[in-house]
């Protein structure tokens, strides 16, 4: 996936100027950024919409993750994954289009067929679950669950679900069900957000972006769904997988919800507070994965999840001193972080007024294209989670100041602290 390189040479949800990049929106609301690169002899295009492994509703682990496979495939099956890829994260997934920059059309109509969100068939289905469940499986087998980990994470703390299946409740799915599921699962009003990349000219794209694009009836947005009544959470819960986890988890305050700036402030705190103290249980050479917008039961959470090494009582106990840890490191640690928040957002500014020198940084180590993909990927999810633009988060970030010091205190309250593990079977 695209995604996964990123941090080598973006810096992790570091924040771009708003001049290097020009914003449309389209008579439905659905904005585009259009970020050219001189030389570039690629076309990108990259929708962020709001289908994600925390989002999914009681019992619908990986649905949105499944609706993913069936959407990139929609138009014909896939084979070029260079060229035609997506990816389902915590809150959202990406749907990604590359090419040589004469295929621009057929990327914008690709996606304006992505976002209308076609009706599958049942073909379709058994052809993608079935994939679907090797890819997991796959990543089970290497220990790599820390994405889905925190789909079945999402099932306990938001429902109360002792045993999660990841996999075993796809097969038999009908394609009536995730139809009806697909059509609803834009939330929160917040629509696509869209990143052209690379080559392309503007006047011949914009027109077709507005007639392909921009005459789509975007779907009535739905509320994520909730419980009636807090649920019980378990401290211990299972899961049809073999890697087993430690999850540290807690609510976002509804001041901090509306947030970018202070959302990703929080999550950049949990992972240098969780690796104050050495010892973590955890395999040598593994990280926590860290989530400021996760979702569970409907409400946001900041969460940690660990891949522990086993399920061993004293494995268990280590994990739990390692967590109760983490709280006397925290207050400590929020002006140091506030000057690394700093200075990568510094260099991705940098880097976008200069793109062609990022590129030629990276062109070594990666494809061309692929640098181009990352930088675009990287900023559609930046404003995705920065709705009100990228130079008033520059301004925030310069202004903060001890009340919002003591909102991220807040958010990490002791008593509000959860934690649970999610165990094999």
């Known amino acids: 996936m695209l995604a996964t390189i990123l941090l080598a040479f973006a810096g992790a949800m570091a924040t771009p100027s708003d001049d290097a990049f020009e914003t449309i929106t389209l008579k439905n609301g659905i904005q585009v950024h259009l970020l050219p690169f001189e030389g570039s002899k690629h076309f990108a295009m990259f929708s962020i919409v709001p289908y994600g492994l925390t989002t999914d509703g009681e019992g619908k682990a990986q649905w949105s993750h499944l609706i993913e496979h069936l959407i990139a495939t929609s138009i014909q099956p896939t084979y070029d994954y260079q060229q035609i890829n997506a990816e389902t994260m915590f809150d959202c997934m990406h749907l990604d289009f590359v090419r040589e920059a004469e295929h621009w059309r057929e990327g914008v109509e690709r996606h304006a067929t992505w976002l209308a969100v076609p009706k599958f ?47 075993e409740h796809l097969r038999g799915l009908k394609a009536e069900a995730i139809n009806e599921y697909a059509s609803g699962r834009l939330f929160d009003g917040h629509p696509a957000q869209i990143v052209v990349a690379g080559a392309f000219d503007r006047e011949s794209l914009v027109p077709v972006l507005e007639e392909k694009i921009g005459s789509l009836e975007l779907a009535e947005p739905q509320p994520l769904e909730a419980p009636k009544e807090e649920p019980e959470l378990p401290e211990i819960a299972s899961w049809d997988l073999a890697t087993p986890h430690y999850f540290m988890f807690w609510p976002v305050p509804t001041e901090l919800r509306s947030d970018g700036l202070l959302l ?23 990280y926590p994965a860290i989530e ?59 880097q976008l007024r ?11 180590r990666y494809p061309r294209r692929m640098i181009e993909g990352n930088l675009a990927v990287q900023l559609g999810l930046t404003l995705f989670h920065t709705p009100e633009g990228l130079e008033k988060r520059i301004e925030r ?13 807040e958010l990490f309250d002791p008593k509000t602290r959860r934690e649970v593990f999610v165990l094999p079977r």
Not at 266 to 285: D, I, N, S
Not at 302 to 320: M, R, Y
Not at 354 to 364: F, N, W
Request: hydrophobic share 45%; proline share 5%.
């Open 121 to 167: 068939s049942q073909e379709d289905m058994d052809r993608e679950v079935p994939r679907v469940i090797d890819e997991v499986a796959g990543l089970d087998a290497q220990g790599m669950t820390a994405k889905f980990a925190l789909a079945a994470w999402s099932q306990v703390a938001g429902w109360g679900t002792k045993d999660v299946s990841m996999n």
């Open 264 to 286: 990703d402030l929080a999550r950049l705190l949990a992972y240098t507070a969780w690796m104050q103290r050495p010892g973590a249980p955890v395999p040598e050479g593994t």
């Open 292 to 350: 400021s917008r996760a979702y569970a039961g409907g409400r946001m959470h900041l969460v940690i999840s660990v891949k522990i090494n086993d399920a061993s009582p004293e494995t268990l106990a280590a994990a739990k001193a390692h967590g109760e840890a983490f709280g006397v490191a925290m207050p400590k640690i929020i002006p140091r972080t506030y000057v690394m928040m700093g200075k990568q957002t510094a260099m991705t500014v940098q």
């Open 354 to 364: 200069d793109p062609e020198a990022t590129l030629a940084r990276s062109v070594d």
């Open 397 to 409: 970030l310069q202004g903060l100041g001890e009340k919002d010091r003591d909102l991220l205190l």
